[in-house]
């Protein structure tokens, strides 16, 4: 195990992984499930970053994320690693959904008839979206508001897509980076493909499971889950103040503490 040492004392261990959010720990766990002798760090005093979460009254709260996508193979691998399958609950994908606009709710369309029936687009624009569907975008499109607005028009991104992304990344879509916010609809398409034939092939090839799901006890339960499996290898209350790169191509890693853990 990496153990703390004085400053600039090199103590050797195979890997630090620097912040115990989603990504940290699942890297974490990954390299602790292979054998391999991994630090956390961590400068929250509880894991799971974003993903957490507290009780009310008697309320589950989730700080972050409230469910997850069903294509992960990965993330179905940890849960049943961690014994927390029975945990899952799957959502109704068809439960309504609400966008606010103008001081108005729109009902998200939950299909075909639904979306052209729907007060959320002006006729134009819902026509706009039934052809940008075989509308090829451009090798310029990088944001999701550009592959979006390219493709489907200045009202659907608007009206739809950015309370959408709004939602999950508690972004907005000119800062966010379609290839890392929609990575499977871009494997399909990239930025210039067009939508409905890949997502036609992608239908009939099917793979991974469909659905929304949440966990009953909520995200924090996945992070307690994994900070239980790491043991005294997870560090909280320890921020990273600054990584060093050895001349043999180690790394220092200092700890605000003082506190540096340090890799072959
Ligand atoms: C309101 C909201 C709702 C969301 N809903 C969903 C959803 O429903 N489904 C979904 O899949 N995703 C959702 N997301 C997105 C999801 O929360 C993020 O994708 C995810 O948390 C990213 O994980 P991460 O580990 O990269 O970063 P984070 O969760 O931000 O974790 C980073 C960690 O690193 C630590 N850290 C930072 N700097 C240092 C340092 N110097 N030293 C040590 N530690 C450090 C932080 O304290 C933190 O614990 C939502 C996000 C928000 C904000």
């Excluded at 959502?91 to 309504?96: F, I, K, L, T």
């Excluded at 950015?162 to 972004?171: C, E, K, L």
């Excluded at 290898?233 to 990273?240: G, S």
Aim: hydrophobic letters at 40%.
């Amino acid at each position: 195990m990496c153990v703390r040492v004085e400053r600039l004392t090199v103590k050797h261990c195979d890997a630090v992984v620097v912040g115990a959010g989603p990504a940290g720990l699942a890297a974490a766990e990954s390299l602790a499930s292979a054998g391999i002798d991994v630090t956390v760090l961590e400068a929250a005093s509880h894991p799971g970053g974003r993903a957490w979460s507290e009780r009310w009254k008697g309320y589950l709260l989730e700080t972050g994320p409230h469910t997850f996508r069903g294509e992960s193979e990965a993330l179905w691998g940890l849960l049943e690693r961690l014994e927390l399958m029975d945990e899952v609950e799957a959502m109704d994908g068809r439960a309504a959904r609400y966008i606010l606009r103008q001081g108005r709710l729109f009902r998200v369309p939950n299909g075909p008839l639904d979306f052209f029936m729907s007060g959320l687009l002006s006729p134009g624009s819902k026509w706009q979206v039934v052809w940008g569907l075989m509308k090829a975008g451009s090798l310029e499109d990088r944001s999701v508001a550009q592959w979006m607005e390219r493709r489907f028009g200045t009202e659907f991104r608007r009206s739809v897509i950015d309370p959408m992304v709004g939602g999950i990344f508690a972004s907005d879509s000119e800062n966010l980076d379609m290839a890392r916010a929609f990575p499977k609809l871009w494997q399909r398409t990239g930025a210039s493909g067009r939508v409905l034939p890949s997502v036609l092939r992608s239908a009939s090839t099917g793979g991974g499971r469909r659905g929304v799901y949440a966990l009953r006890g909520g995200f924090g339960q996945l992070a307690e889950a994994v900070a239980s499996r790491l043991g005294s290898q997870l560090h909280l209350a320890e921020p990273v103040s600054c990584i060093e790169v050895g001349s043999d191509g180690s790394y220092h890693v200092c700890a605000a503490s003082g506190a540096v853990y340090s890799t072959h």
